[in-house]
């Protein structure tokens, strides 16, 4: 059964994201290739979400259309009731600037700055007057207050992604997009980033939207949903 019919119960005033109808292909070598087709999404305010699948199958494709990264060749994408493709680059940044964060694998930080600036930076871009405040504030609920002055190369890779944690919820985003968080973390260090993940969700009744192969990491979420042959599938609780 079809997305669309798994959810048509929901009520859309209550989404904060939703693709419809969306597709997605690629010209390559080979010839074109067909990566998304009619695919349809609801996405609630203050939901847990996992998509899972196969490497290759479109996860991180499919994370890129849906936070306005990239552009669907057919259907559409709106956040909070508002088009992606009615906005212009510029606009479409600045969405993203103010009501998206992202966590991923490789951590993203900026290594010549240390993990006080890495968070503080994109408040100060925001325009935050309390930016140093904030920063200071979100390494601390991380464990990181003593390592404020770190770079990360002075850091482990669990402390590097804490600060990536740390920066994502500084800038309070209606939606958290996580794309294989604890990919390159050891499993015990994983286990705590994932719990720290998802204690400061919950306080900060942040959208969380996780793009996992990691079935433990998926069973997190309130919902799983499973992309395989370009589909999107309800997975069983």
Known sequence: MEIRDRMSHLNHETSLIEAQDVAKSFRTQAGQVQLF?????????????????????????????????????????????????????????????????????????????????????????????????????????????????????QLSGGEQQRVAIARAFATEPKVLFADEPTGNLDDDTGHQIIEQLFRLNAEADTTLVLITHDSDLAARCARRLHLHNGRLEEVAA
């Not at 930076?121 to 309390?130: C, K």
Request: overall charge negative; aromatic content about 6%.
């Open 37 to 153: 087709r009619d695919l349809d999404l609801r996405i609630e305010r203050g939901e847990s979400l996992a998509i899972i699948g196969r490497s290759g199958a479109g996860k991180s494709t499919l994370l890129s259309l849906l936070a306005g990264l990239d552009t669907p060749t057919d259907g559409r994408i709106l956040f909070d009731g508002q088009s992606l493709d009615a906005l212009d680059d510029a606009a479409r940044a600045d969405l993203r600037l103010k009501q998206i964060s992202f966590i991923f694998q490789s951590f993203h930080l900026l290594p010549e700055l240390n993990a006080l600036d890495n968070v503080r930076l994109p408040l100060e871009i925001q325009g935050r007057q309390d930016a140093d405040q904030q920063a200071r504030h979100w390494l601390e609920q991380v464990g990181l207050g003593d390592r404020l002055d770190h770079y990360p190369a």
